[in-house]
């Protein structure tokens, strides 16, 4: 039997908020993988011109911008974020010229364009590492060299230290023709670059300086806490680190969580560099003038870290330092207290004058739907899109798309690749990357070719986005309504006041002074519960649905009793005080 949870009370402003008027500011940001969202050329993988074909959608959707997983020159051994040039467009997907027309699209259409930015290591194939390889003098410190050491025993050269990579096995590689180690804390055919080297520095920033030109509205920045390494010791050695010594959570030497990366990842000098990145774009808008252009930082680090990147009170860092705190620390699981906490957690530690943001799916986890369960898709989303700040959508999540079973013969990934046909899917992010469901048409609409580059989900025929947009009631109607509603002023600039009334149920309001109150009640268990909302909040006798999960008994336009509100299983639901 559950304990009763403590009721959390929670009554904070919205950062931020006394002018949202800039165009990001509260936005709604939807990340398109490209290689899964349209095929517009027939050859069963994504491209650009199949996202400008569909970028009236996300408007009609309502969404602000859209970041765009890498579509820079690559061999795809990590699919797109194994770059082997960052000033040009990778061939399957397109031109330079494709590219412009995407961008002159969404101008025309209103919606921004965000790149993915990979700083941290290159493709083995970028001319950069062949020179260094070659030992170039300009090139030559591009990456992270190392003689190794010999073991005293077998009189055998062996890696300079024990780090290990992401995905799997050393984080070492002998290069043959350099007679060296170089450093990839991903696949072997990503080398880490060298941010002690100023040179690589000022490439990287030159590489933020040409998309802005090109007309991006900003980036989001990978993998950020891997870009310093610890500097090599007076012996030119670089330490071992220390074990994790769990033998029950990750007993396999050849895993990334066997050693505890204090040498390798979260260095001071990268929130460093993410306060120079900032400081480039803010120069760009400076000189260029235009629209606000956003950072948007990926780091599954510390929430102190996760602070640290909206910048230090002196300097400024990323707009958006994506919440990874809320979307490590909730799943299927979680009573509503510990909903309340992470939320309560992140708006109480916000600097002055930034913005919360919510995520809880992308292309590295398994999807919303299938973490959190099919029934909570509605209620997921309702959360996402009525909390103060930014949300992030991965595409797909409108539609409540699920995981895909992929088999190991069909897997892709490279962790999954270099794990074996009992463990692979558990480390695979294939699941969650399979191709959009358009229509219920041949291969789900994505494509006209008689195969896709990763299997279609078999539930595409009846659930598709124009199926849903075609239903009076559907997931995409309820986002639909959720990014309308998510527009008005006490969403954008009011207060949350918020609530776990027991381990099953959130309840909270948003409202700016001389707005209407609006009160979100979502409902975690599987066991109808009857609220008395007036003991929380005044919405009087009588409250309007304005819009609820599909699995509702309630729909859209329902006026009920507020003290006697039957919140339905698995139900969020979006009320409004009736004057």
């Known amino acids: 039997m559950r304990t009763q949870s403590v009721v959390v009370f929670l009554v904070l402003a919205a950062v931020g908020l006394a002018r949202a008027t800039e165009w990001w500011e509260s936005g709604n940001y939807y990340q398109i993988y490209p290689r899964s969202f349209r095929d517009s050329d027939g050859d069963g993988i994504g491209d650009l011109n199949g996202v400008t074909e569909k970028l009236q959608y996300l408007k009609d959707i309502g969404f602000t911008g859209t970041w765009l997983s890498p579509i820079f020159k690559s061999p795809?051994?990590?699919?797109?974020?194994?770059?082997?040039?960052?000033?040009?467009?990778?061939?399957?997907?397109?031109?330079?010229?494709?590219?412009?027309?995407?961008?002159?699209?969404?101008?025309?259409?209103?919606?921004?364009?965000?790149?993915d930015f990979v700083p941290n290591h290159s493709?083995?194939?970028n001319e950069w590492f062949k020179k260094s390889v070659d030992s170039d003098p300009q090139y030559k410190d591009y990456y992270i060299w190392h003689d190794g050491k010999i073991n005293e025993e077998t009189g055998e050269r062996e890696p300079p230290s024990n780090w290990g990579s992401e995905f799997r096995y050393s984080a070492w590689e002998w290069n043959d023709v350099r007679q060296q180690y170089y450093l990839h804390q991903f696949a072997v055919q990503q080398p880490d670059l060298n941010y002690r080297n100023p040179v690589v520095v000022e490439e990287m920033k030159n590489i933020i300086r040409f998309w802005l030109a090109k007309g991006v509205s900003g980036f989001r920045i990978d993998a950020v806490p891997y870009l310093f390494e610890v500097d090599l010791d007076r012996y030119n050695q670089?330490?071992?680190?220390?074990?994790?010594?769990?033998?029950?959570?990750?007993?396999?030497?050849?895993?990334?969580?066997?050693?505890?990366?204090?040498?390798?990842?979260n260095l001071p000098e990268t929130i460093d560099m993410v306060y120079q990145w900032r400081e480039v774009v803010d120069t760009f808008q400076a000189e260029h003038g235009g629209?606000?252009?956003?950072?948007?930082?990926?780091?599954y680090t510390s929430f102190e870290n996760m602070m640290l990147y909206y910048g230090n009170g002196e300097r400024n860092g990323s707009h958006i330092p994506f919440n990874f705190d809320f979307l490590s620390n909730v799943n299927n699981a979680s009573t509503a207290g510990t909903y309340v906490t992470h939320i309560k957690k992140w708006m109480d530690a916000m600097p002055e004058g930034v913005y919360a943001n919510w995520?809880?799916?992308?292309?590295?986890?398994?999807?919303?739907?299938?973490?959190?369960?099919?029934?909570?898709t509605d209620l997921i989303n309702i959360l996402l899109q009525t909390l103060p700040g930014h949300a992030i959508t991965y595409?797909?999540?409108?539609?409540?798309?699920?995981?895909?079973?992929?088999?190991?013969?069909?897997?892709?990934?490279?962790?999954?690749?270099?794990?074996?046909?009992?463990?692979?899917?558990?480390r695979s992010r294939d699941p969650a990357r399979t191709p959009y469901q358009w229509d219920a048409s041949s291969k789900a609409g994505f494509t006209s070719a008689d195969h896709t580059w990763l299997p279609v989900s078999d539930d595409y025929k009846t659930k598709n986005a124009l199926q849903q947009l075609r239903a009076p009631r559907s997931h995409l109607q309820i986002f639909k309504k959720l990014l309308r509603v998510r527009k008005e002023p006490s969403f954008?600039?009011?207060?949350?006041?918020?609530?776990?009334?027991?381990?099953?149920?959130?309840?909270?309001?948003?409202?700016?002074?001389d707005s209407d109150l609006y009160v979100i009640v979502l409902n975690l268990s599987g066991t109808a519960k009857t609220i008395d909302i007036t003991k929380y909040f005044k919405l009087g006798s009588q409250a309007e649905v304005i819009t609820t999960s599909l699995n509702s008994q309630h729909i859209d336009g329902d006026v009920v009793n507020p003290s006697a509100f039957v919140a339905n299983p698995y139900v969020g639901t979006v009320l409004v005080a009736v004057n």
């Open 395 to 426: 595409n797909g999540e409108e539609l409540g798309m699920t995981d895909v079973w992929i088999s190991w013969e069909d897997t892709v990934d490279p962790p999954a690749c270099n794990s074996d046909p009992e463990h692979y899917y558990d």
């Open 359 to 376: 995520v809880l799916g992308n292309h590295d986890n398994k999807r919303v739907a299938s973490r959190f369960g099919v029934q909570r």
């Open 76 to 115: 795809m051994v990590d699919f797109g974020y194994d770059i082997s040039d960052f000033y040009q467009i990778h061939p399957e997907y397109g031109t330079m010229e494709d590219f412009e027309r995407l961008i002159a699209k969404a101008k025309e259409v209103g919606i921004r364009i965000i790149l």
């Open 238 to 265: 670089y330490p071992d680190e220390p074990l994790t010594n769990d033998a029950e959570a990750c007993p396999d030497p050849d895993d990334h969580c066997y050693t505890q990366h204090i040498y390798t990842q």
């Open 492 to 513: 954008r600039q009011g207060d949350l006041n918020i609530e776990a009334i027991d381990d099953d149920v959130i309840i909270y309001s948003r409202q700016k002074s």
């Open 123 to 125: 493709s083995d194939e």
């Open 291 to 299: 629209d606000k252009r956003l950072l948007l930082t990926e780091a």
